[in-house]
């Protein structure tokens, strides 16, 4: 009865899609609902539509960007009321697999016939099921077989009440439903109501011969209204009013927040120093890289050819740290031509050779091309009475409001006035979630040090930086920090999106924000990205790509850092920012000597 069920992600890739009939072309419909609804976001509330015969009923996951789409038969939607609970249950089960690996899970089409046969088998359960006559019980549960009073009949009791009764009073929770099956069945909940009436009215009896009492409880008399919601700053709700939990948990917040003050001053820290320092001290490690040239004679001249195989499991060793291949092979160069033609003596000797010439590699691969210094360009700046203004972009999931907010807790604690423009008007939620770090920054640094500049959802992301970039003009902020909608960068659309904010506000800092955790992918997207800028601003007499990168859940990869060297040596972009986890001062700079004893290990 259902034609189609389909799971795509809003760059249009189709993960999963199951036909009733394969033969039956059904993608009419489907664009249809992602042109007149999904594109122009009109569908938040109804997550239904009709095109033409069909009717189509789909959910959406902003957290990972999947729409899950169901198209049926419009003249046989009565006999489908199950639709919706088959989308919310392969809606949860999907993104629970895909959460993992960002890719559609293996055999996911028994999975969704396990719970599609599921589903119409209690639909059809439920229909089947006769209607019982419901048996009055008395005061202490056990059956009745009195005559039923008038006013407990059957078809009395099946007509609403005529006081309040609360869900609570009524039905079990949903949480119950998953211990106790006969919750789930019509007569217990049935008999479930019929018994709460009957404590409900003993209560009014016993009320109702004493003068003077009220014959319904106070909690009748009043009406309930729903308490506002008031955000807390660390972004829990609670109600408004509620006394005592919501006002301690913001004074803990504050609290842990006011630790951070004082820690960002200054130039970045480097990361891992520590451990880098401890490296340095130890070049005779024996693990990792090192087992490789332990079987090298002794006393001898080193020739190209004796170090071949060796070179060939070191570059193997490297590309399993996530270094790309070629990034390896000229790693594997470097160290090649430091050996080549020198007498092996002692295996400590072989190491510190190693080493020196890796790093000596590394340092070109992750110096940069271009010197950037925030701190120095953001002075320049305020001396021409313009404010810096710093582009973040991005595919979806990668941090860039986190990191975003990172950097402007660094900037403020170096004097830095800093205006944020919440140019991300897709996302369900992102204005808030900078308001929520606006918010917390603000209560550590009172008077204005930061402002969120935004104009809501659904706008022209290039005009609200201008106007962001004006406003900070005239009001002396030094920088603005512009957030960016995340894209795919073969989204061609959202691409010419991007290069319009670029060209219309010339940018100080273009920053593209890369998942640690991605591997060779995060490089694959700055090189697309890239190309794609080039391509939309073909013709442009404007043309702005990438100028550096922000590196995040760098604290996630342990000694897979290859990434970092892969993003730099094939962009040539500098790693300006590593994110190195979720608190605001969790910034740091990348340390040459911290990634050469990774690759090592």
């Known amino acids: 009865m259902i034609e189609l069920f389909s799971i795509f992600t809003y760059g249009g890739l189709v993960l999963f899609s199951c036909k009733d009939q394969p033969g039956q072309a059904l993608e009419g419909p489907v664009n249809d609902l992602i042109h007149t609804v999904l594109i122009e976001n009109k569908g938040d509330t109804k997550l239904s539509h009709t095109s033409g015969i069909f009717g189509l009923q789909y959910r959406k996951s902003n957290e990972l960007s999947l729409i899950f789409v169901v198209v049926y038969r419009k003249n046989l939607e009565d006999k489908l009321t199950y639709v919706g609970e088959l989308l919310d249950r392969v809606s949860s089960v999907f993104a629970d697999a895909y959460r993992e690996g960002r890719q559609a899970p293996d055999d996911f089409s028994e999975t969704f016939a396990r719970i599609r046969s599921s589903v119409e088998s209690n639909f059809r359960a439920q229909q089947a099921q006769p209607k019982k006559a419901v048996t009055p019980f008395s005061r202490d549960g056990k059956k009745d077989d009195k005559p039923k009073p008038a006013a407990l009949s059957t078809s009395s009791a099946a007509s609403p009440p005529t006081s309040p009764v609360t869900a609570t009073e009524t039905f079990k929770s949903d949480d119950d439903d998953d211990d106790d099956d006969d919750a789930d069945s019509p007569d217990a909940a049935v008999e479930d109501n019929i018994n709460a009436k009957l404590e409900k009215l003993r209560q009014r009896k016993l009320g109702a011969g004493k003068k003077g009492s009220a014959a319904t409880s106070p909690v009748e008399k009043t009406k309930k209204t729903k308490a506002g919601r008031v955000w807390d700053l660390a972004g829990r709700a609670g109600n408004a009013g509620s006394a005592g939990d919501g006002d301690v948990v913001q004074d803990t917040e504050i609290e842990r927040l006011k630790a951070f003050v004082g820690q960002g001053r200054g130039e970045l820290h480097d990361i891992n120093e520590a451990e880098a320092a401890e490296a340095a001290k130890a070049p005779a490690a024996t693990g990792g890289v090192f087992a490789f040239f332990k079987n090298l004679g002794s006393g001898v001249t080193i020739t190209e050819e004796m170090l071949e195989p060796v070179l060939e499991q070191t570059r193997l060793h490297l590309i399993g740290k996530n270094v790309a291949a070629e990034a390896a092979q000229k790693l594997v160069y470097s160290v090649r031509d430091s050996l080549v033609g020198k007498s092996k003596g002692t295996f400590e000797g072989i190491a510190s050779v190693v080493r020196s010439a890796l790093e000596k590699s590394l340092t070109q691969i992750l110096t940069p091309g271009r010197n950037i210094d925030v701190l120095r360009d953001v002075k320049a700046a305020k001396a021409r009475h313009e404010p810096y203004s710093v582009v973040f972009c991005g595919v979806n999931g990668v941090g860039k409001s986190t990191n975003l907010s990172k950097i402007s807790y660094w900037l403020i604690e170096n004097g830095v006035r800093v205006l944020i423009a919440a140019c991300d008007t897709f996302r369900a939620g992102a204005v808030e979630q900078l308001k929520t770090h606006v918010r917390k920054l603000n209560t550590l640094y009172p008077g204005e040090r930061i402002k969120l500049y935004e104009q809501g959802y ?98 996630t990869i342990d000694d897979k850092v290859g990434a970092s060297v892969s993003m730099t040596y094939q962009n040539g972009q500098p790693i300006l920012f590593v994110g190195t986890g979720q608190d605001y001062p969790d910034l740091k700079r990348l340390n040459v000597g911290a990634v050469v004893q990774a690759l090592i290990r």
Do not use: C, H, W
């Open 458 to 555: 659904g706008k022209d992301d290039a005009e609200i930086a201008r106007q962001a970039i004006t406003f900070a003009r005239n009001e002396k902020y030094d920088v603005v920090l512009i957030d960016t909608a995340g894209r795919m960068q073969d989204n061609e659309d959202l691409m010419r999106s991007l290069a319009k904010i670029l060209q219309v506000n010339r940018p100080d800092l273009v920053l593209f924000v890369g998942d640690a955790l991605a591997g060779n992918e995060a490089s694959d997207q700055l090189s697309k990205f890239n190309k794609a800028l080039e391509y939309v601003q073909a013709g442009s007499s404007v043309r702005r790509t990438i100028d550096a990168i922000v590196l995040t859940k760098f604290d």
